[in-house]
């Protein structure tokens, strides 16, 4: 605002000094004074632009009387029509220009509070990869002052692992082309890293990027946690039944291609019913974590998926549970299913002045190298295994291969 006022009073005293200068000068030069007359719409101009229409009006009626003064001085012959003809340039010219100056700075006013107000990230950038101009919301996001980002490249501030695809997306946008939902990593000035979503387009005939960013750091997490869940079991974090099912399929067609076996745990918490009846829910839910823990930690359980001989294990509900050896065969499936019992059975768990010792019986079943038999056959052969290791004597481990 300060600014502003300064420039206005500079605007005023230019004026000033030009409606003297062209004064003297018409007063002076004889026979062209009428055309320097026309020479006042200058100062008109100057003043209309920087205060508006009201303003215009006012110093083009000052040009129309010293205009006149200057004729009248000078005894120069003008009619009424001349006189008419020059108040109305004078008072038009300043109407205009001020109406046109006003419309502008509130443009420029309204944009400016868009510009300011805006929850998204509004910037500009050059073809030459550096920021123009950046909002407020840069600062509340980011951290950053737009002393620090403007003049700066923006490659500067993206994530290490996004640069490469930021930098073809700025090369598309250089020659012409438009992004929408574009997503990358920025790094805040506090170290964290924010997921933004861009809209941008080019303005070529100003060499300059027009882009518009909304954090959506709360939504990509929310996503990630979305999915986690759709592939975990909420208690215990292992895998549930529907990514289980997706490893096993995925394992049984890597053994069909290459010709390898393995072998399938079924696991089930003895006395789960009696722990929960007895001691309460809460505490068969930490059974089933504990149980889960060491069954993970004992697997090294990781995703199928990513690395084909990896040991999978998950829980597919109630107190059931089962794990995937890849590449296993009876023997190995026993050693390893007496390894998970005697790992279990070492759970110590007090709960309201019991102690409570966890016991596991475990059915096992094994594919061969054609993949075979399905996976429907392969969990059943596993859960009649386990219930037989159940009728043996709970905690008992019996490995059996499939009809």
């Known amino acids: 605002m300060k600014l502003l006022a300064e420039r206005r009073w500079i605007s005023i005293a230019i004026a000033a000094i030009l409606f003297a200068a062209i004064f003297v000068a018409r007063a002076t030069v004889g026979t062209l004074g009428d055309a320097i007359s026309f020479l006042y719409v200058i100062p008109v101009v100057l003043v209309a632009t920087a205060y508006g229409t009201r303003a215009g009006m006012l110093v083009g009626a000052v040009a129309f009387l010293l205009s006149s003064l200057g004729?009248?001085?000078?005894?120069?012959?003008?009619?009424?029509?001349?006189?008419?003809?020059?108040?109305?340039?004078?008072?038009?010219?300043g109407a205009l220009v001020g109406r046109f100056a006003t419309t502008l700075r509130g443009l420029e006013a309204e944009s400016a509070r868009h510009f300011n107000l805006s929850l998204d990230m509004i910037c500009?950038?050059?073809?030459?990869?550096?920021?123009?101009?950046?909002?407020?919301?840069?600062e509340r996001t980011l951290g950053y002052t737009p002393n620090e980002l403007i003049g700066r490249p923006f490659m500067k501030f993206v994530h290490p692992d996004d640069i490469e695809k930021t930098e073809r997306e700025a090369a598309a946008l250089a020659d012409g082309g438009k992004t929408v939902r574009f997503q990358n990593r920025y790094l805040a000035k506090d170290g964290e890293m924010h997921w933004l979503e861009w809209a941008s387009i080019p303005l070529p005939d100003e060499e300059i990027i027009y882009g518009v960013a909304r954090d959506i750091t709360e939504r990509k997490a929310l996503e990630r946690e979305l999915e986690r869940l759709s592939h975990h079991d909420p208690l215990t974090g292992l895998f549930n039944r529907r990514r289980f099912e997706e490893a096993l399929r995925?394992?049984?067609?890597?053994?069909r291609r290459y010709g390898r076996g393995g072998a399938l745990l079924m696991i089930d918490l003895d006395r789960f019913k009696q722990i929960n009846d007895e001691l309460g829910h809460a505490a068969g839910d930490r059974a089933l974590c504990e149980v889960g823990r060491v069954l993970s930690d004992n697997l090294r359980g990781s995703d199928t998926l990513a690395r084909d001989s990896a040991n999978v294990v998950a829980r597919l509900g109630g107190d059931e549970f089962v794990a995937l050896l890849p590449e296993a065969d009876a023997a190995d499936a026993e050693v390893v299913a007496t390894r998970l019992a005697a790992a279990v059975a070492g759970i110590r768990l007090a709960i309201d002045g019991r102690t409570l010792e966890l016991r596991i019986s475990i059915g096992a079943a094994t594919f061969d190298e054609h993949g075979l038999p399905g996976e429907r056959e392969l969990l059943a052969a596993a859960d009649r295994a386990m219930y037989m290791a159940k009728a043996n004597g709970r905690g008992a481990k019996l490995a059996a291969a499939p009809d």
């Open 124 to 138: 500009t950038a050059g073809f030459d990869g550096r920021f123009k101009s950046v909002n407020p919301a840069f």
């Open 250 to 255: 995925h394992q049984l067609a890597y053994t």
């Open 71 to 93: 004729t009248l001085t000078m005894d120069l012959p003008v009619t009424p029509l001349g006189y008419v003809n020059r108040a109305v340039v004078y008072l038009f010219v």
